[in-house]
Structure formats: C-alpha cells, structure tokens
C-alpha cells in the first residue's frame, strides 16, 4: 500500500515555513505569536485561559 500523505516529512516542511516566517522576530514576538494561534484554537484556548487565571491542573502519572 503506497502512503498518500507523509506526516513526517509535512512537519518538518511546515517547521521550515514557521522558522522563515519568524525570521527576524524576539523571543517575545515569536510568543505572542504563539499565543495568539492558540487563542484561536477552539481545544487549546480554554486551557490557556484556565493557566492565566491559575486554574490548570496537571495529572499525574501514576
């Protein structure tokens, strides 16, 4: 069976992309960006949402 779809090798091509956009930006640009991808994330925002007010919990493992 032949791969359609290489999710290797998209990241690493999608990774490449992000250095290229980010070239130029500080450490704090490069975070706000980040935070802003992850606001418009309908999973991800709440989370962040829920660490800014302090209310995360981490599972532990057992």
């Known amino acids: 069976m032949k ?3 290489d999710a290797v090798e998209w990241m690493r091509r ?3 992309e992000i250095d290229a ?3 130029g930006l500080s450490w ?3 975070r706000r960006k980040t935070h802003e991808v992850v606001m418009q994330d ?3 925002a709440p989370l962040c949402v829920q660490a ?3 209310q ?5 493992a057992r």
């Open 3 to 5: 791969k359609t779809f």
């Open 14 to 16: 999608r990774r490449t």
């Open 21 to 23: 956009e980010d070239r």
């Open 28 to 30: 704090e640009d490069k």
């Open 42 to 44: 309908p999973l991800l």
């Open 52 to 54: 800014e007010q302090g």
């Open 56 to 60: 995360a919990t981490v599972a532990s």
